[in-house]
């Protein structure tokens, strides 16, 4: 499948490439951290959904 440059620009297609520093604050106030694995200069994280209140 080739997408076309027209497409892209018409979309959200960025990535956003932070740090767990900057990310983690941000996922916490929307989810429950299951795991947080560092690799290699980048991490994975495992969520869960927040209980309800």
């Known amino acids: 499948m ?3 440059a027209e497409y892209l620009e018409q ?3 960025h ?3 932070e740090g767990p520093e900057w ?4 996922l916490e106030r929307r989810f429950g951290i299951h795991q947080f694995s ?3 200069g980048e991490f994975a994280v495992i969520v869960r959904p927040l209980a309800a209140r």
């Open 2 to 4: 080739k997408i076309s």
């Open 11 to 13: 979309s959200n297609a």
């Open 15 to 17: 990535l956003i490439q």
């Open 23 to 26: 990310w983690m604050p941000k």
């Open 38 to 40: 560092p690799f290699q």
